[in-house]
Each structure stands twice: as structure tokens, then as C-alpha cells.
């Protein structure tokens, strides 16, 4: 085997007669090569590792042939300079070494078939017959020395990313996903300012947005922007849920969808407005009728409208006051206007 540059990852594939062939593949596709008929002979040179992987229908001769074929591997290696010596570990599908998992981010494969041969051992049943030979063999038979170990980190990697399956015939690539079921935060944001940027139906108000498995709700901050009170909207993740179930009545949900993923991204829950979203300019005309029946619900309403309230009702309000004092101004003088009546001018009788 002549190298002409050092690489740490080959891949050898055995024909029928038992000879390998170079497979010019990069490590992203491993995955759609490992196919139940075949016997792959895997190198990770950086993880001083070769392994054998065996498909569960594989033929009795192309796996009794890939130990012969590592062995001549393992030698070439040897022979070149920039080489570790590499140590032969046997991979069985649906009974893969953690090390073997590990270092390609597999997850074990699911074998429901394999090819009815009783000459085929696996792994486990190998190290069964080991230790039992090991027990009843004379003492004059010495235990065989184990292969030199070599560390390395990749092979004790604790990371939650992993590839779907060591073998499936339908996933035309590589795909990394994370254990944890969701959505990253660099697709949430790229979703939630999706949603914003589309409008609201009229008569509706944006309530919550529901991502992956994330509750969002709107937060309003106030920053002062060269002396002036500048209000902003955030959309953030509710920390305390509600438990249980949640019914809502007169809301809308808005789904979206991923066509190209065939999965649903998020979901928009929209509340109906109330009468007065926002208190419009009103004259001075406006009559003492309008202002016993008007209700009208502060908390909807920004720092914005609730200072132009108090400005047209003539109610004073400090200059540093929050939100949550405004608000309780304007309560507390809705409450005088309309529980406090107008005496009206005493008019003085005869009898006086």
C-alpha cells in the first residue's frame, strides 16, 4: 500500500473473491455506505483504530477474510513513518463497541434480518467462548498478550450529537441531530422574526408563540434614548408555565410549516382584541355618558398611549413614573370620577 500524503480516515470494501477495493469516501457519508451485505475495513489512524464492520447478511467468506485484510493494513501502516500501529477491533452491526459509535457519532442499528449461518459468531458470544477458554485451558498454555491500547479522547466523547443510525437505507446523507428533541436558538430567532414580520389579522392581537418546546411571550422594556422614554417589545421564553392544560376560547392559532422538512416550526396563538386597543384622541365634547360606559383595559396598553390618556383626562403624572405607577394613577382616578357625584348648588327655600 503506497500512501503519497498522510490520511486518517480509509475505507476498504471486499469483492466477492475477497480482495479489497479503496472506497473514496469522506467520513460525512460513511453512514450510506455501511449496507447489510457488506464487510468494511475502517481505519481511523488518529484514533489508532481499525475497524472491521460487518453487515448482518453479510457472506461467511468476505468476514472470515476482513480479519486477514486489517492484519495486512495494520502491517502497511507500520511500515510507513507517519503510522501508529493501530489496533484491529471487530464491529458487528446491532452489537457495535461503544469506541466504534463514539467515534463516528452512531447510534446502535437496528438488525431484524440476518443471514442464517451458525458459523457466524458475534462479538458477545465471542467473549463468552473466550473466557471460557481461558478457565479450562492447562497451565502450561500461556494467555495471549492484549494489543498495545492507545487513548484517545474522541473515543471517550460524551456529546449529545449523534447520526440517526449506523444503517438506514432511506437517509440519502449524513444528518447529525441532538438528543434533546427541539430547535436550536439560532432557528428560533430565524423563525420568531419570521413570525413577527407577518401580519396580524384584524381584530387580533399577538399572544404567544409556541417554538419547538418553548413558550414565548411579549415583554416591554423602556429605555431611555437621549432624555426620551423609547418602549420595545422582546419576545422572551415564559420561565414558570402554566401546569397541566390550558383551554382557550375566542383565540386563533396560526400554524407554520417547514415544507421542505415536512414538520411544523411553530405555532401562533392570537387573542382578540379588546374594544379599545389603544385610547384614541378625543374632543372635548366627548359626554358624560361616554366616560360612565367606557372601559378601558391599561394593562394592553403601551407607556404611550397610557401618557396620552392621562394627558386628554388632564391627569398629572410624574415625570420618572413606570408603567405599573401610571397605571395605578389612572385606576385609582377612574375610580373617583365614577363612584364621586356632582353636588349640585343649593338652592335656598322660603322657609330660610
Not at 165 to 177: D, G, I
Not at 302 to 328: C, F, G, H, M, Q
Request: contains cysteine.
Amino acid at each position: 500500500m503506497k500512501m503519497t500524503e498522510y490520511e486518517t480516515f480509509m475505507v476498504y470494501e471486499l469483492d466477492d473473491s475477497g480482495e479489497r477495493v479503496k472506497v473514496d469516501i469522506a467520513e460525512e457519508q460513511l453512514q450510506e455506505n455501511l449496507h447489510p451485505e457488506q464487510v468494511l475495513v475502517i481505519i481511523r489512524e488518529d484514533l489508532r483504530r481499525i475497524f472491521i464492520w460487518k453487515g448482518p447478511k453479510s457472506p461467511v467468506r468476505k468476514r472470515f477474510i476482513s480479519s486477514r485484510v486489517a492484519q495486512t493494513l495494520q502491517e502497511e501502516l507500520m511500515k510507513d513513518s507517519r503510522y501508529h500501529r493501530c489496533k484491529i477491533v471487530s464491529v458487528d452491526a446491532g452489537d457495535e463497541p461503544s469506541e466504534f459509535l463514539n467515534a463516528f457519532r452512531l447510534e446502535s442499528m437496528e438488525v431484524t434480518e440476518r443471514l442464517a449461518d451458525m458459523r457466524y459468531v458475534r462479538n458477545i458470544e465471542r467473549e463468552r467462548m473466550e473466557q471460557a477458554t481461558i478457565t479450562d485451558v492447562a497451565p502450561k498454555v500461556s494467555k495471549p498478550q492484549p494489543e498495545e491500547e492507545y487513548y484517545s479522547p474522541a473515543l471517550q466523547d460524551t456529546s449529545n450529537e449523534v447520526v440517526i443510525s449506523s444503517y438506514a437505507t432511506s437517509v440519502p446523507k449524513l444528518t447529525r441531530v441532538s438528543k434533546p428533541t427541539g430547535i436550536s436558538e439560532q432557528q428560533q430567532k430565524t423563525i420568531k422574526e419570521k413570525i413577527l414580520k407577518t401580519e396580524i389579522s384584524d381584530g387580533y392581537k399577538r399572544l404567544n408563540l409556541i417554538l419547538g418546546h418553548t413558550l414565548y411571550a411579549a415583554v416591554s422594556k423602556t429605555a431611555k434614548v437621549f432624555g426620551k422614554e423609547v418602549e420595545e417589545t422582546e419576545w422572551e421564553p415564559v420561565k414558570n408555565v402554566p401546569k397541566d392544560m390550558v383551554k382557550l376560547e375566542n383565540h386563533m392559532l396560526r400554524v407554520y410549516f417547514n415544507e421542505e422538512k415536512g414538520i411544523v416550526e411553530a405555532v401562533e396563538v392570537l387573542e382578540k382584541a379588546g374594544e379599545q386597543k389603544s385610547t384614541p384622541k378625543k374632543t372635548a365634547s366627548t359626554t358624560k355618558e361616554e366616560s360612565t360606559k367606557e372601559k378601558i383595559d391599561f394593562n394592553s396598553m403601551t407607556v404611550k398611549d397610557l401618557k396620552l390618556y392621562a394627558e386628554e383626562k388632564k391627569i398629572e403624572l410624574p415625570t420618572s413614573a413606570r408603567k405599573a405607577e401610571i397605571i395605578e394613577i389612572l385606576e385609582k382616578s377612574k375610580e373617583n370620577n365614577s363612584s364621586g357625584k356632582r353636588q349640585l348648588p343649593k338652592i335656598n327655600s322660603s322657609d330660610d
